[in-house]
């Protein structure tokens, strides 16, 4: 048995160290703290550690441990960064594990710093020397944001693993499809003036109904032309999510700005919803040249198709009881299929408590998880 520490500490260390990211400067953080945490954890474990640094970052890293040697075997992965938070809508220290009712509470508990807790418990019960193919563990940065780490992380193929498991929170039920995100930002600048005599300037406002109109239209056509029956939502989807224009009711408004998020489901790529919107506000904009913007708010991220009859799909669907489903959210799965691995995503949990005041792990869980991860790994390591 490894002398590790215990599973309650190894969580409650992880929610005290602080890892948000933002987009904003003012609130990013550095993740590499939760790093240096895993590196001693795992290193102490008998894995083999390695750091690496994220480019274009505000400081962050990718962490990769393997032990056992050659070649196919599992990866287990997961995101070290959180969500801001609202500290007032908590009922407790975000940064302080707090058990109650059953329930592990704190900011990252289940999405997801918590798996990796997880995984090394777990790994303490598994006879390291019987491994006939190497277990890696990858720790990534910026999921919640650029999703940068894991990007970069496939970009460089330093692993190829047969298996992967991404351990995000699905009650774990493993999820062999998923949808992407988009999002997009367009301004419409026109000519302010007095509302006195409109005609003397542009109504960004005016112009910004008829770009809604064709991107209606746009919705329309996602929702009529690309279906996807596995989806609860089996179309495209497109959120008007922001929308500001205008100083003063007797102001001809200067500017207008929409805000619109996309998801698309596996047969429709990031590059072709883009093109879509130009496409459908071409006529808008041609009417009014130079008068309108499109560009967007943060990195797209892809779309995740598996298969629910390849060989992986099935033996976990056995393994945690549970069938294998998609969902309409995105994860880092596209970019670590990227390794040329069957991936899942699983994890304990439920994707209702992430990015949530009060935040929680069913206790649950605990032993359901570290069991679970000690059968993948014996399928698809020792057996």
Partial sequence: MLTLPDIKTTFSQLIATPSISALEAEFDMSNKKVIDLLS???SDAGFKCQTQAVTDSRDKHNFLAQIGQGTGGLLLAGHTDTVPFDEGRWSQDPFTLTEKNDRWYGLGTCDMKGFFALV????????LDKLKRPIYILASADEETTMNG???????K????DYAIIGEPTSLKPVYMHKGHLTQGIRVTGRSGHSSDPSKGLNAIEVMHLVISQLLKLKQFLSENYHESAFSVPHPTMNFGHVHGGDAANRICGCCDLHIDLRPTPCVSIEELEQLVIQYL???????PGAIEIAPLYPASESFAGKLDDPWTQIVAKLSNNQAE????ATEAPYIKQLGCQTLVLGPGSIDQAH???????VDYISRTKELIKNLIYHACIK
Avoid: G, R
Wanted: net charge negative.
């Fill in 150 to 156: 894991a990007k970069a992380f496939a970009k460089a």
């Fill in 282 to 288: 071409a006529p808008v904009c041609n009417q009014y």
């Fill in 40 to 42: 001693n954890w795992f």
């Fill in 356 to 362: 949530q005041p009060d935040e929680y792990l069913d």
């Fill in 326 to 329: 998609v969902v309409n959210y």
């Fill in 158 to 161: 330093s692993i190829a693993p």
């Fill in 120 to 127: 090394l418990e777990a790994i303490k019960e598994v006879p």
